[in-house]
């Protein structure tokens, strides 16, 4: 997790600011607040990427092989 300075940092010196989240692990509550606090400091959030993302295989599929 990135401190709020060096988020501020971050927003303030790029010019597109992207968050990553990590499957399976991340909250929504969590990515909401990360989204205010950036907007709180005049950052925009253009894009987000999901990070660590498992394709589960129904268990149908596995009875059949």
């Known amino acids: 997790h990135l401190s709020l300075r060096r988020q501020r940092q971050m927003c ?7 968050i990553v989240i990590s499957a399976e692990h991340t909250l ?3 990515v909401a ?3 205010r606090k950036i907007a709180e400091i005049g950052g925009n959030v253009d894009g987000a990427i999901l990070n660590r993302r498992r394709f589960h295989v129904p268990k149908i599929v596995y009875d059949r092989m």
């Open 12 to 18: 303030i010196r790029d010019s597109i600011c992207l």
């Open 28 to 30: 929504q509550h969590e």
């Open 33 to 35: 607040v990360l989204q």
